[in-house]
C-alpha cells in the first residue's frame, strides 16, 4: 500500500513506501526472499487501498482504475508475478464495496488480468 496518511500506525509495514516503483521491485524480492530464501509462505496484504488505521473499517476509498493501475497495483502484481503464496483482502471499502467482497479488485483485476 502506498503511504498517504503518516500518522498510520501500519505505515512501517508497508513495503511500497509513497512510490510504485520502488515498491514494485522490493515486494518481488521480499516473496523470493521469504519464500525461496527462508521456505516460508509469503502472504500479500491488505489488498488494496488500505491507508488509515482510523475507522479501517468504514472508510471507502474512491480511486479511478487509471490511477489503481499505475500508483496502487503495480507491486501488488509484482509479488503475485514473484509467486506470493495468499493474498489477504483489506477492511475498507473500495469504490462503495466492501473490499473482501468487490469483485471488480479480487476477481477482476487481482485474478483475471
Not at 13 to 27: D, F, K, M, W
Not at 52 to 70: A, G, I, K, M, N
Request: charged letters at 20%.
Amino acid at each position: 500500500n502506498v503511504r498517504r496518511v503518516p500518522w498510520n500506525g501500519r505505515n512501517a509495514e508497508y513495503i511500497s513506501g509513497e512510490e510504485p516503483h520502488l515498491g514494485t521491485r522490493l515486494a518481488a524480492a521480499y516473496v523470493r526472499g521469504v519464500q525461496e530464501g527462508a521456505g516460508l509462505a509469503a502472504v500479500l496484504k491488505h489488498f488494496v487501498l488500505n491507508q488509515q488505521e482510523t475507522d479501517r473499517t468504514s472508510v471507502d476509498s474512491h480511486v479511478d482504475e487509471r490511477t489503481l493501475w499505475e500508483m496502487y497495483y503495480p507491486p501488488f502484481e509484482a509479488a503475485v508475478r514473484a509467486g506470493v503464496s495468499a493474498v489477504m483482502c483489506s477492511y475498507n471499502f473500495v469504490n462503495g464495496k466492501q473490499a473482501c467482497a468487490n469483485a471488480d479488485t479480487l476477481t477482476t483485476d487481482l485474478k483475471q488480468r
